[in-house]
């Protein structure tokens, strides 16, 4: 077997690529052997998608040259790719949601539906997989999603999988699975790109890493050879290595006796969540801890005015603001930083200045908009969270995830909150920006701010949090003093299971 | 949960058709009669035909204001051909300017990325001055006898064979749709554009496709419209995109695209054609045709976003219900705390 696993899949050799005088790929060497897992890692904006994208046929690279397995490929277009047995789960699975699971799988074959159905149900079975075939895909859950696409690629006989992203909307088992199919395949030779931005998966899966920075392939090789810190110094931008991902700025313990709560959640009912009951002290940041999908953006969105309040009350100080309207809740103190800021967040094509005060638009204007306010407000947070932009006046889509998120987070400063709810504010960000994040995090608390933080990702929870909570499918099953936050404590209530350990709740 | 597809649709689209009948049909009741049945679906079939058409354009999520024009210059290239006794060329001419027409809207929307509704409305403009160059502005008239009569030849004294013909064709664009594989492209083109460019399917020469489907079908539905009038005038087939559309609409056939089918269209063409006989049995003014039409559009376009809507927040509100952990299990994990 070993003069087998020597046999290149993919070979990538000196890809650039430039849109408009934006160069974004530059010079770009990549292998993939067969039964490889390369961890592809980098920040955003490092150029992993659109060197994926080259990969598939989407673009067209300006120079360089691609070949599968020894042959060089003219890759123009997606069809290529795919008859030379490449496929690309996207991050966001792209199916078609009006047509039913089975339709979505089908969809773009030769073959006949009867074999198909035949390879279809026997891969499922070897997968150990159950999915209702009849189901319109639109209904299903990401992760569902996310398991049709891969078993498209399957049924293509794909030798070479990109992987983009794909635990990043999984929940704990399904994760698991994802891991066991990635190793299955590895057995039968298939060569995987796995794009990720959690550094511990790659000591998991992948048996390769390469780290991208700036469009260029800066580090590459055998996972053996690296560990943890030197990817994370591999991701930060050169002459930034003092500045680790770990912002140590140790706070004092709050002095609980003498506060009072501002902010008091009991016994909430919504859609997706069941009798949550919670507060937060002024300056203080309280982790909401859980697996995606265990009700809290839910929580967050109701409080927030989106959704209905079956039951319960919300209180800000003493005011009952319970079923109160987005407005009307921004007017009482209280801001929602969105987990997906692609969907609800951003103004993609305003500028900079306009998605700053754009929460703060009726204080800003009394029929005319004052633009010279609009830029000083704009102007302070660009220096206090110093934002990459090239002026206010910049579109917001063509910042970065983490500046975007900065101005976001910006926006929601804009109405002067009391009470501040994040909801993953650094996912899908780079390590720099993260750090940034974590920074802004401080000031705000430091500021009085009460901050519900909202985060999948454990260590950002013990490294923020003052106290945190669990979620566990609806409801809040655990509380956590600030000792008593650890990785496994979290871990174990996130998942259900009981903590070794817990003090008072 | 039931599958809101698009057989469904079609279904209850033939209930409204039947409620219109009956309803129709107790104040005036020889509109029961299966003659005037007959002939109302019969008077629909040049609707039909562009309705099927139009329904590969807005299935890929287009849309194409076009027809109206490209069924008149159809209609007045083959009748005045016809009348000239070159019968055959004249079909064959019809279908080519449908086909170019199709082209032309086609290549602007999907190379030239001209949004579809500026691209066609264009094209609309341009076809229909054309038809007034071409006829210099006069009717095209005497058509010859056996010419007309093709329209009125009945299959066992019920359907015109046009119409026959046309339900042949709607079962036969069925299947394809359906079962084989490049049928399916339509609908996954408008469902998920990017979706379906990652699964390497022609998105552009789909999109085009369609376009040229939609123009040869206005360009069949013009020579019906020449055999069944009899005259052409030089504003010959106006306002039917906004009958074929609603049609469309009204079958089920979704504005956004990726939702619908022939049956739809069908049925809905039928719908529309029945219309303008309703008003003449309820002994209503035929000026009212066209804005019961457009009121009818916008009804069932804004019903079906509410009923979109609405499924889809029952949908999510069921996902999150069904994620939530029963009371007992989870005090179970909670009550030792």
């Not at chain 1, 030779?189 to 700036?214: K, P, Q, S």
């Not at chain 1, 974590?438 to 909202?454: D, N, P, T």
Request: hydrophobic share 45%.
């Amino acid at each position: 077997m070993s003069e087998k696993r020597s046999n290149t899949l993919l070979s990538v050799r000196s890809i650039t690529k430039s849109f408009h005088t934006n160069s974004v790929l530059k010079g770009i060497d990549l292998d993939l052997q067969e039964s490889d897992v390369l961890a592809l890692i980098g920040g955003n904006g490092a150029g992993k998608s659109t060197l994926m994208k080259i990969i598939m046929g989407i673009y067209q690279q300006d120079a360089g040259e691609i070949s599968i397995s020894g042959e060089l490929v003219n890759m123009n277009k997606p069809s290529i790719a795919l008859a030379h047995g490449i496929y690309l789960v996207p991050q966001e699975p792209m199916l078609f949601p009006n047509m039913s699971v089975e339709e979505n799988i089908m969809m773009g074959f030769r073959e006949k539906p009867k074999n198909l159905q035949k390879q279809l149900t026997q891969l499922m079975k070897q997968l150990d997989w159950v999915i209702d075939l009849s189901r319109t895909a639109g209904s299903l859950s990401i992760a569902e999603q996310q398991l049709v696409e891969i078993l498209r690629g399957l049924l293509r006989n794909a030798k070479i999988l990109i992987l983009d992203e794909p635990t990043s909307s999984l929940t704990f088992n399904e994760v698991e699975s994802l891991f066991k199919i990635v190793k299955d395949l590895k057995k039968k030779g298939i060569g995987i790109i796995y794009i990720t931005h959690r550094l511990t998966e790659v000591f998991t899966i992948a048996n390769r890493v390469a780290i991208m920075r700036d469009g260029l392939i800066t580090l590459s090789g055998p996972v053996e050879d690296f560990d943890y810190d030197m990817l994370v110094k591999g991701l930060l931008p050169e002459g930034d290595d003092s500045e680790n991902t770990s912002v140590s700025q140790e706070t004092k313990p709050l002095e609980y006796a003498s506060l009072k709560p501002v902010f008091e959640v009991k016994k909430l009912c919504g859609n997706g969540f069941h009798d949550v009951s919670l507060s937060v002290y002024p300056g203080e940041i309280l982790g909401l801890a859980g697996v995606v999908g265990a009700g809290r953006t839910e929580l967050a969105t109701t409080i927030f005015g989106k959704d209905e309040v079956l039951s319960g009350t919300v209180l800000i100080g003493n005011k009952d603001i319970t079923g109160f309207s987005t407005r009307d809740v921004m007017d009482e103190g209280v801001n929602y930083v969105p987990e997906d800021r692609f969907l609800h967040g951003i103004f993609g094509m305003l500028d900079v200045a306009a998605n700053t005060t754009s929460s703060r638009m009726r204080n800003l204007s009394k029929f005319f908009l004052q633009p010279k306010a609009e830029q000083e407000i704009t102007e302070e947070y660009i220096k206090q969270f110093r934002t990459k932009v090239t002026g206010q006046d910049q579109v917001m889509s063509s910042l970065s995830g983490g500046n975007q998120q900065k101005v976001v987070i910006a926006r929601a400063l804009a109405t002067e909150p009391k009470v501040l709810i994040l909801d993953e504010p650094t996912r899908g960000i780079d390590a720099g920006a993260r750090t940034d994040v974590y920074s802004i995090i401080h000031q705000l608390k430091a500021r009085g701010i009460a901050i519900l933080l909202i985060s999948s990702d454990f260590e950002e929870i013990i490294e923020l949090s003052d106290r945190a909570l669990s979620m566990y499918s609806g409801r809040i099953n655990h509380e956590f003093s600030k000792h008593e936050i650890t990785q496994d404590n979290l871990m174990a209530a996130a998942f259900g299971v009981q903590p070794g350990r817990v003090a008072n709740a | 949960m039931r599958k809101h597809k698009s057989l469904p649709r079609a279904t209850t689209s033939v209930i409204f058709l039947i409620l219109m009948f009956l309803g129709v049909g107790l104040i005036n009741t020889s509109f029961l009669k299966l003659s005037n049945i007959l002939l109302s679906l019969n008077s629909g079939v040049v609707y039909t035909v562009v309705a099927m058409g139009i329904a590969f354009v807005i299935i890929t999520g287009e849309i194409d204001v076009s027809v109206g024009a490209t069924v008149g210059m159809a209609a007045a290239v083959c009748g005045s051909l016809v009348r000239d006794g070159q019968g055959t060329l004249g079909v064959l001419l019809a279908l080519l300017v449908g086909i170019s027409v199709g082209l032309f809207n086609g290549f602007g929307v999907t190379y030239l990325r001209i949004p579809s509704i500026i691209m066609t409305l264009g094209t609309n403009g341009i076809v229909r001055g054309m038809i007034y160059v071409y006829t210099e502005g006069k009717w095209v008239e005497n058509l010859p006898v056996e010419f007309k009569s093709l329209s009125q030849k009945q299959f066992f004294g019920t359907f015109t064979w046009f119409y026959l013909l046309t339900l042949i064709g709607m079962v036969l664009i069925f299947l394809f749709m359906n079962k084989s594989r490049i049928g399916r492209y339509f609908k996954a083109v408008g469902d998920n554009p990017n979706g379906a460019t990652l699964l390497g399917i022609p998105v552009k020469e789909t999109k085009l496709t369609a376009f040229v489907l939609s123009g040869l079908f206005a360009g069949i539905g013009g020579i019906m419209y020449a055999s069944r009038v009899g005259f052409i005038t030089p504003i010959a087939g106006m306002g039917y995109e906004m009958k074929v559309i609603a049609a469309c609409v009204l079958g089920g056939i979704s504005l956004t695209g990726g939702v619908g089918s022939m049956v739809g269209a069908t049925v809905g063409a039928a719908i529309m054609a029945s219309l303008s006989r309703v008003l003449v049995f309820l002994g209503l003014p035929s000026d009212y045709d066209n804005t019961i039409t457009g009121i009818l559009l916008i009804i069932i376009v804004v019903f079906d976003s509410v009923f979109q809507k609405r499924s889809a927040e029952r949908m999510r509100k069921q996902r999150l219900a069904a994620k939530i952990v029963h009371s007992e299990s989870a005090s179970e994990v909670s009550s030792h705390a």
